[in-house]
């Protein structure tokens, strides 16, 4: 019998080798996909978990925002028709008073009115104006009420940038620590709001 060279592959190796369809092992293998198909099926996964993932954010994300806007604006009319009554206004002014004092924005010379519950979270003298329903409510404005607005702001940033306070003449007084902005804002979402729901009647004739 003459020896292989251990250089050679012998006959099972060789088929091994040369037959995908046998495995090392001698187990048989799936013949590999065509590119193609392998990309056909990869994008019809990711459009199967796209719908998947849309019906649940129909279903489910709608519904939450819902409810939370709702459970919100529950909470403001509740509260707002608790301190409708005098004497829970008249027992809880000093603990307010207390806690704005504390909060440390008076200091500054800033109406925030951190204590007036909002659906969207702002506070008059420091709400964000990069969106187009506060610009409007800048332009409502009485001249001299957006001026003294901008004055406040930029006495602020410049206490703020020396690290110091002003002078305890110079505080917001509570009788000017009021809603001014806001008001305005929430009128003009009330307006954003019949205009959509006029827009959106249907007419049968």
Known sequence: MVEQPWFMPSAAQHINITNPVIGRRGRPQQ????????????IA???????????????????????????????????????????????????????????????LGLRCVILAIDVDGGYDDLIPEDNDTVQLAL???????????????????QCSVEHQLLPEKDHTKPE???????????AIKRENAERVELDSLIIKR
């Open 139 to 157: 332009k409502r404005l009485p001249p001299k009420e957006a001026y003294d607005r901008m004055y406040r702001i930029r006495r602020a940033v």
């Open 45 to 107: 996964h990711r459009e199967q978990g796209e719908e998947h993932l849309e019906t649940r954010l129909k279903s489910q994300g709608v519904e939450d925002i819902i409810r939370i806007r709702t459970g919100a604006m529950a909470l403001t009319s509740m509260i707002t028709r608790v301190f409708e009554k005098p004497w829970v206004t008249k027992a809880m002014t000093p603990i307010a008073n207390w806690y704005c004092n504390a909060a440390g924005y008076r200091k």
């Open 176 to 186: 000017d620590d009021i809603r001014y902005l806001s008001p305005i804002i929430e």
């Open 31 to 42: 013949p590999p996909a065509s590119q193609p198909a392998v990309r056909n099926r990869r």
